[in-house]
């Protein structure tokens, strides 16, 4: 699950917009049925298109070789969904070092540096894959990562959406193969289907929790079905939190963790573009030197 928290993009000193009025105060509090009826209802997902206006929504589709029709689309998704099983089966508690550039309207750049942590887990219902940030060793609050008060996470576990149970909560379309980072690829769009999606991103707004929902295209190796490359945009704009676009390019690599003789597939860098109130933000996210991370001892810092 995506989550961008956000107190709105503004300093201290300078005031937030008025707030748009609501017609009950349970307006921002969505339910996944709720969206279906309100925000989400008349959307439409760049997943229909024709693939003229859909390469002109998404111009990392350049050089795609354009699909005949549907009938590889259930193989396709079944093995990649078969890879995102067999990674959670085998993930195991991993720490690495993550770089995170904010860059703001006004040009100004902001850049942290955390141990990033990811703990697998079992539960009732399966594997669980939860996120952490610390900084030499103690957890890192949201509220004070950055100045701005604007966290995002998520992303190193977004393929999920393709495991098997998940796949019901989006509509795929299978559009062609594609030459990406030296890897064959076949090329899929998706978009999340309103009143479906059991757990939707969510924004933080003036301190309010808000829903969204996204499309995107996948680019899956041809030969061994690992994710390549996942882009994601927002599914409709949110014009009541003034958020008009939101876009997340997430690249993925082969991961070697030598103290559990493992290779994974995870991301290796992140870059989310978001237009709030008119104002476009940028922020890029850049994993390295995962490890095995062993809960009995104290969390270390990456080496620089």
């Known amino acids: 699950m995506l989550i961008l928290a956000s107190a709105g993009g503004y300093?201290?000193?300078?005031p937030p917009p008025a707030a748009p009025k609501l017609e009950t105060k349970n307006d921002f509090l969505l339910t996944?049925?709720?969206l279906e009826k309100t925000h989400w209802a008349n959307a439409k997902p760049y997943l229909d298109d024709p693939l003229p206006e859909l390469r002109s929504a998404v111009p990392e589709l350049k050089g795609l070789d354009p699909a005949p029709g549907q009938e590889q689309l259930t193989s396709i998704l079944d093995r990649t969904g078969e890879k995102c099983v067999d990674l959670l089966r085998h993930m195991p508690n991993v720490i690495s070092r993550e770089e995170v550039t904010t860059?703001?309207?006004?040009?100004?750049?902001?850049?942290?540096t955390f141990e990033y942590l990811l703990v697998s887990h079992q539960t009732p219902s399966g594997t669980e894959?939860?996120?952490?940030?610390?900084v030499h060793g103690r957890p890192a609050l949201m509220a004070d990562e950055f100045s701005q008060g604007q966290v995002s996470k998520g992303f190193?576990?977004?393929w999920r959406r393709l495991a098997p149970g998940n796949r019901s909560q989006s509509r795929f379309r299978y559009l062609g193969q594609q030459e990406v980072d030296k890897h064959k690829t076949?090329?899929?769009?998706?978009?999340?289907?309103p009143g479906e999606v059991k757990t939707p991103a969510t924004f933080l707004f003036f301190g309010t929790w808000i829903s969204m929902l996204f499309q995107g295209v996948v680019w899956i190796d041809s030969t061994n079905f690992q994710i390549v490359r996942l882009r994601e945009d927002i599914l409709a704009p949110r014009p009541d939190a003034f958020l008009k676009k939101f876009t997340s390019k997430i690249q993925f690599a082969d991961v070697e963790i030598p103290d559990a003789g493992?290779?994974?597939?995870?991301?290796?860098?992140?870059?989310i573009k978001w237009e709030f109130n008119g104002r476009?933000?940028?922020r890029i996210h850049h994993y390295s030197k995962f490890r095995l991370y062993a809960a009995k001892t104290r969390i270390l810092p990456a080496e620089p």
């Open 32 to 34: 996944p049925q709720d």
């Open 156 to 158: 190193v576990t977004d």
């Open 129 to 134: 894959l939860e996120e952490y940030r610390t």
């Open 11 to 14: 300093t201290q000193t300078e």
């Open 280 to 282: 476009a933000f940028q």
């Open 103 to 112: 860059q703001t309207p006004r040009g100004k750049r902001q850049s942290r």
């Open 186 to 193: 076949f090329v899929v769009a998706f978009a999340e289907i």
């Open 262 to 271: 493992l290779s994974l597939w995870l991301p290796q860098d992140v870059d």
